[in-house]
Each structure stands twice: as structure tokens, then as C-alpha cells.
């Protein structure tokens, strides 16, 4: 069975560009979010890293920490920082774990147990090494998005999965369709109207089991 949403991550020892880390202990007390992809140097995921190097206030502003994996080794990761930060036109000081092994790729479920890369593989080898996890501090899994190679990742929408994930974590309340920071959230259908009037105050009862407030700041 491979890693589903509120599994707990596995606490693997990997090797990165910025040295040896345990994904547990770098993680702490933050959010955090992995990047995966098929191989370095390849266009799409250069594009896709530079987005992730241009929001680092924005990472850090959400207390989250973000960290790439690629199946190719250490050495090749620092390479391609300089095409990733000359492409986004920022610090990429995120580090990147080199996966040449697959185990982190096997172990997060993007390649089957079997997986090896060939001798001249090409991105197609490891396709499916193209998702994003994201994390909380209790190192379990809250949110997971797998996209095909030809398709760059929309990082507005990483942003905004992770303030639902956030919001819903720390208010205890559903985001509706399309939500963004400020809009009105959804309360929990196990509340009761009574009990959601003296939680969160005025609401809207859209359907019986559909009701919405404004959150107080």
C-alpha cells in the first residue's frame, strides 16, 4: 500500500546538495513541502523550481519549509541550481535530495517497488516522479498532486491548497470551491447550528448540511 493523505512520512536519512538530512528532524515544528521530479536539467522542471525559488518570502511567511527531489545525484543538483536560479531570477536555497537510488521515489509511492533506472534513461524512466506532497508538523501527509510531464505545476495553487490546509488545520473548518484567504469557509456538518452560533457567530445556512461564516481575525 503506498503513502496516503494523514499517513505518517517515512523518516528516511537522504542525501542532498546542502548535505545529509533526516526528513523528520528537517521538518521540526513546520509545514513542509516536497517537490519531486523525473531528472535534472529538463525544461518544464526547471520552471517549475525557478517559481519555487521566486516565493521563498512566501514559504516562509506560511512557516514552511520546501525541498526538491530528483533521480539524479548530488553533484548534478548543484549544477542545475545555477539554470534554475538564472531561469527564475532568485536563490534557490532549497535543497534538492539526490534520489538516484529511488528510495524516496518508491517510498512516496511515485514508482513501483520494482523501478530501476536504465543504463542512457531519459525522463520517460521515471515519468510518474512528478508530484507534490505537502506535510505538516505532526509529519503526516495532508495533500498530494501527481501531474504528467508536459504540464507545469501552478504554484498559485500550491499557495492556496496550502492556506486551505492551514486554515482548516488550525479553525477547525472545510474551504469551499475556488476559496482564498479572506473568503467565507465552510462549518463542519458535526456542529451543531447552536453550537457553530456560539463558535464562530453569524453564518449562512446556503443548504441544510451547507453552512458558511466569515472567520474572525
Known sequence: MGLRINDTIPNLTVETDQGTISLHDWIGDSWAILFSHPKDFTPVCTTEFGAVAQLADEWEKRGTKVIGVSVDGVEDHKKWKGDIETFGGAKAGFPIIADAGLEVSKAFDMLPAEAYLPDGRTPADSATVRSVFIMGPDKKLKLSM????????????????LDGLQTSTGKGVATPANWNVGDDVIIPASVSDDDAKAKYGEFTKVLPYLRTTKLKD
Open 146 to 161: 501527481t501531474y504528467p510531464m508536459t504540464v507545469g505545476r501552478n504554484f498559485a495553487e500550491v499557495l492556496r491548497a
